[in-house]
């Protein structure tokens, strides 16, 4: 049964992209039909090079490549996680191939493109399996920084609830919604219109834990998923919340981190 439905689900999804013609994420590149059911055929092969050649950009502070650097911004090591897992690079003033993770990220934000955020989860998934296989699942939970109500309401999706659930679903791992976004200390203001500072308080201003998830996350590996990290203030203070509510540890993984956070912990 499980093969009839995945065999299913691959010619359904051959049969939207007869009615869609499928588009790369990256450049606007017309793909093949060839390539709708093959995860990586969501890029063309170009992005696809430069995806992957942005996974062996090397962090500054360690040396090591995004996948395996776990540089936590310094937000974060304030709230209590020491691990920060991305797998790309973000500068949102690069040109050229760092373009392409600009793009990618803000397809997901600004469209509910399944396949692209498959494609990501599936990449985070391969970057975690091993930490999680040391960590055993029976000790890891899942659950993401939820976005603010109001770019749900213009959207009309939350990329990193889709990110997150992806991802736990590859992994076998409990998933589970445990904050809330409420009130914003700086009101209309996006978090990308504020400062370092101002970030942080309003992130902690913006989030809340849901007491009846405090079972959830006790004693337990928290692996809390954005979909991208500039100063870290959300996820710190989502770390925050999960500290006071009993979580053993917590691993924070993204899509993207931030390039100037990463040269400002070398310095």
Not at 54 to 66: A, D, I, M, P, V
Not at 153 to 160: A, F, L, M, P, R
Not at 192 to 199: G, H
Not at 252 to 267: L, P
């Amino acid at each position: 049964m499980p093969q009839r439905l995945s065999t299913f689900k691959k010619y359904l999804k051959l049969a939207g992209g007869l009615l869609f013609v499928p588009k790369c994420p990256g450049c606007g590149e017309v793909m093949p039909l060839s390539t709708v059911t093959d995860r990586e055929g969501v890029l063309c092969d170009r992005c696809l090079d430069k995806w992957y050649q942005e996974k062996l950009t090397c962090c500054k502070g360690c040396g090591k490549s995004y996948p395996q650097c776990m540089c936590p911004t310094d937000a974060l090591l304030e709230a209590g996680c020491g691990v920060l897992i991305s797998l790309v690079p973000y500068d949102k003033n690069a040109r050229t191939s760092r373009n392409v993770v600009s793009k990618l990220i803000y397809e997901i934000k600004d469209t509910k493109n399944r396949a692209l955020t498959d494609f990501l989860a599936f990449e985070l998934a391969s970057a975690l399996e091993f930490v999680i296989r040391r960590l055993g699942a029976a000790n890891c939970v899942v659950t993401y920084a939820p976005r603010s109500n109001k770019a749900i309401n213009e959207k009309g999706h939350d990329q990193s609830y889709l990110l997150a659930g992806a991802f736990a679903s590859l992994l076998e791992l409990p998933f589970a919604k445990c904050f809330r976004r409420v009130s914003r200390l700086f009101g209309e203001r996006t978090q990308k219109e504020l400062d370092e500072s101002e970030r942080i308080l309003n992130a902690r201003r913006s989030y809340s834990f849901n007491p009846k998830r405090a079972q959830f996350v006790k004693d337990k590996c928290v692996i809390l998923i954005d979909d991208l990290v500039t100063t870290g203030a959300s996820l710190a203070a989502c770390t925050d919340l999960l500290v006071k509510n009993g979580a053993q540890s917590i691993i924070c993984v993204t899509v993207a981190a931030s390039i100037a956070e990463k040269e400002e912990k070398e310095k």
